[in-house]
Nanobody, 117 residues
Framework: VQLQASGGGLVQAGGSLRLSCAASGRTFSIYYMGWYRQAPGKEREFVAQ????????DYRDSVKGRFTISRDNAKNTVALQMNSLKPEDTAVYYC???????????WGQGTLVTVSS
């Protein structure tokens, strides 16, 4: 399975961006798809995830109410709509895939989001 992320860029604080991630290959056993991010000098952190069957979602506290994760099962894509962006959201965002509930073990290449103040 491979993941291809897109949609990063430069935006002013308060603006919006939409990230997308497409999964290809043997996608029939997707359990969760999610987004992580890594800011310069910091460890990678969880942002949001969506369960492939049922669509339940989880978010880190700092993005609740601002970010929305969604999926398109037919197209094997997941999106992250990011609104009211803050400079502290600046990071490389990675989409990730959990096959069979065994944890995130497939990662996309990362897309840079830069929020200017």
């Amino acid at each position: 399975v491979q993941l291809q992320a897109s949609g990063g860029g430069l935006v002013q604080a308060g603006g919006s961006l939409r990230l997308s991630c497409a999964a290809s290959g043997r996608t029939f056993s997707i359990y969760y798809m999610g987004w992580y991010r890594q800011a310069p000098g910091k460890e990678r952190e969880f942002v949001a995830q969506i369960r492939w069957n049922g669509g339940s979602t989880d978010y880190r506290d700092s993005v609740k109410g601002r970010f929305t994760i969604s999926r398109d099962n037919a197209k094997n894509t997941v999106a992250l709509q990011m609104n009211s962006l803050k400079p502290e959201d600046t990071a490389v965002y990675y989409c990730a895939l959990d096959l069979n509930g065994s944890g995130y073990n497939v990662w996309g290449q990362g897309t840079l989001v830069t929020v200017s103040s």
